[in-house]
């Protein structure tokens, strides 16, 4: 799911890989959360733990052609999102009570796929739109996936700000390189965003309008 620059340092490269398996390893968490949740069995959670940690960066890798897609070629992705399914499972009720933590953390992982996702796009000459889109489609896709799967409209669409903060935070990747600006300051930059936004959305309890059927006729 990472993407190395040419010219970027070890160290870079190094933090970023970090980063990216521990948003793995969070929105993993999330996925098994959901499946106790919904009494699925272990097999059960551990599908929906996989799914919410990789399923955004599978599609993106996917629709640019870059297959095998890394949560699938790489171990460590699979790795990772099993282990804190495994966690999950048999220790539940301690996860559950860091959830306000796992919020956080999740904001930052959100803004780390989203410029990760977008940068990889650009490197594989897609144009601006596009690149933004996808960069938006990495950090919210595992959570669709996941809600799908247990029968729940994605939870993108009917709660705080989302989306839309992973889709800034990707396009200020994408401005950046229409700039000619430095990859890692500009990747900070919008997943600092990214996370500011989402985390202000949570403890501020921003929504969107929701839409309002009319009553329907009494037959």
Do not use: N
């Given at each position: 799911m990472v993407l190395i620059h040419p010219g970027e340092t070890v160290i870079m490269s190094v933090l970023f890989q970090a980063f990216d398996l521990g948003g793995t390893f969070v929105f993993a968490i999330s996925g098994a959360l959901a499946g106790v949740r919904h009494k699925l069995d272990l097999f059960g959670v551990?599908?929906?733990s996989f799914a919410a940690a990789t399923f955004g960066g599978i599609t993106r890798d996917v629709l640019i052609g870059a297959v095998p897609p890394a949560s699938i070629s790489d171990w460590r992705y699979l790795a990772v999102s099993l282990l804190?399914?495994?966690i999950t499972f048999f220790f539940y009720s301690k996860v559950n009570r860091f959830r306000n933590a796992l919020l956080i953390y999740d904001a930052a992982g959100l803004g780390l796929f989203a410029v990760t996702g977008a940068a990889k796009a650009l490197a594989y000459q897609l144009g601006p739109v596009p690149a933004a889109l996808l960069g938006m489609l990495t950090g919210i896709g595992g959570g669709v996936v996941r809600d799908a799967l247990v029968s729940e409209?994605?939870?993108?669409?009917?709660t705080e700000?989302?989306?839309?903060?992973?889709?800034?935070?990707?396009?200020?990747v994408v401005l950046g390189s229409q700039a000619g600006l430095p990859p890692a300051?500009?990747?900070a930059a919008g997943a600092f965003l990214c996370f500011t936004i989402r985390l202000l959305a949570i403890r501020r309890?921003?929504?969107?309008?929701?839409a309002k059927a009319p009553d329907e006729p009494q037959g």
């Open positions: 551990l599908v929906l804190a399914g495994t409209v994605p939870a993108v669409f009917r700000v989302y989306a839309v903060a992973a889709l800034i935070g990707a396009c200020i300051p500009v990747a309890d921003w929504h969107f309008p929701v």
